[in-house]
């Protein structure tokens, strides 16, 4: 088959979108994101559920991070397209769904997914093969970062307005990224239009982790130095606020994981929790 010939997404990818799509396969309800169109897109093999990090026990913290963290992405989408924010920017989109997902907000907003040539290339005949397609509204936007290339710039190019404020969300990007990519990344982001949000997520060292959840980070990290993507980067909260404002955002808070964890598993009784090693920065221009 042709995409067989297209460099699938890396594997952190397909592992988040896995997770997502195990939620729904093995926690009762209510569940905290309903997603299995990145499994679709993914098309792993019938014994996904059988690969070692797909672990119903030993990896549901993660699981529930993923599922938080997209939530909370959601949910603001959603608020900041209240106030009429109609632009949506998704750095290292990989197998986001949201597009697909969510179409009665999606199509009301012009989405701008960034990533790698290769991933992008995939996506859209995967969207394609699977009878999604890729609606006016949806920008696909190869950017080649190994090579240099300026995201904001190839935004721009597909379309993007500068003079409106937008969401710009990354998750799950900085741990493989260079504290100096970054810093980067947040000037570019504070130098849009006033009222732009940016929500990042990022790792915390292992010693403001709690003590239940550092066997796990370690394994995590163990895991993606073996596929290849090391985490490379780990930030404090107070560093992290001091990046952003350095860059120049008017505004800058630090949402921790366990206000996730209150926010969307207070009431659960199956005990499922995230683990703590992420949190967010939620900045505006």
């Given at each position: ?6 460099e699938?997404p ?5 592992r988040?979108?896995?997770w997502r799509?195990m ?8 569940h ?7 499994l679709q897109?993914?098309?792993p093999?019938?014994d996904w ?5 797909m672990d119903?026990?030993a990896t549901?913290?993660f ?8 939530r909370?992405?959601e949910d603001?989408?959603a ?5 009429g924010?109609n ?9 986001d769904?949201?597009?697909?997902r ?7 907003l012009?989405?701008?997914e ?14 394609v093969?699977?009878?999604y397609g ?6 696909l ?7 240099g290339?300026?995201?904001s710039?190839?935004l ?9 404020p937008a969401?710009?969300?990354?998750t799950?990007?900085?741990?493989y ?6 810093a ?12 732009t ?8 060292p292992t010693?403001l ?5 550092r ?5 995590s ?5 073996a596929s290849?993507?090391?985490?490379i980067?780990?930030y404090t909260?107070q560093?992290?606020l001091?990046l952003?404002?350095?860059?120049g955002?008017?505004?800058a808070r630090?949402v921790?994981g366990?206000?996730?964890a209150?926010?969307y598993?207070t ?5 499922l929790?995230p ?7 939620l900045a505006?221009?």
């Amino acid at each position: 088959m042709a995409h067989e010939q297209i460099e699938a997404p890396d594997n952190t990818a397909v592992r988040t979108a896995l997770w997502r799509a195990m939620h729904l396969r093995i926690d009762p309800p209510p569940h905290v994101v309903e997603d299995e169109i990145g499994l679709q897109l993914a098309a792993p093999g019938d014994d996904w559920r059988d690969r070692p990090d797909m672990d119903p026990q030993a990896t549901s913290g993660f699981r529930a991070a993923i599922v938080a963290r997209a939530r909370f992405i959601e949910d603001l989408i959603a608020e900041q397209a209240d106030r009429g924010v109609n632009q949506y920017v998704i750095l290292g989109a990989g197998l986001d769904t949201f597009a697909q997902r969510k179409q009665e907000l999606a199509s009301r907003l012009r989405i701008f997914e960034i990533d790698q040539p290769d991933t992008q290339a995939w996506k859209r005949h995967r969207l394609v093969e699977l009878g999604y397609g890729i609606p006016d509204w949806l920008h696909l936007v190869p950017v080649d970062f190994e090579a240099g290339a300026s995201w904001s710039e190839q935004l721009f190019t597909a379309g993007f307005d500068p003079r409106r404020p937008a969401v710009v969300v990354s998750t799950g990007v900085t741990m493989y990224l260079t504290k100096d990519a970054t810093a980067a990344t947040l000037r570019q982001v504070a130098g849009l239009a006033a009222g732009t949000t940016l929500a990042m997520t990022f790792l915390l060292p292992t010693g403001l982790v709690d003590d239940a959840d550092r066997p796990g980070l370690r394994a995590s990290e163990e895991g993606a130095r073996a596929s290849g993507t090391p985490f490379i980067s780990f930030y404090t909260p107070q560093e992290m606020l001091a990046l952003a404002r350095e860059a120049g955002f008017k505004d800058a808070r630090h949402v921790p994981g366990t206000l996730l964890a209150e926010r969307y598993f207070t009431d659960r009784t199956d005990g499922l929790r995230p683990s703590s090693g992420e949190n967010v920065l939620l900045a505006t221009t």
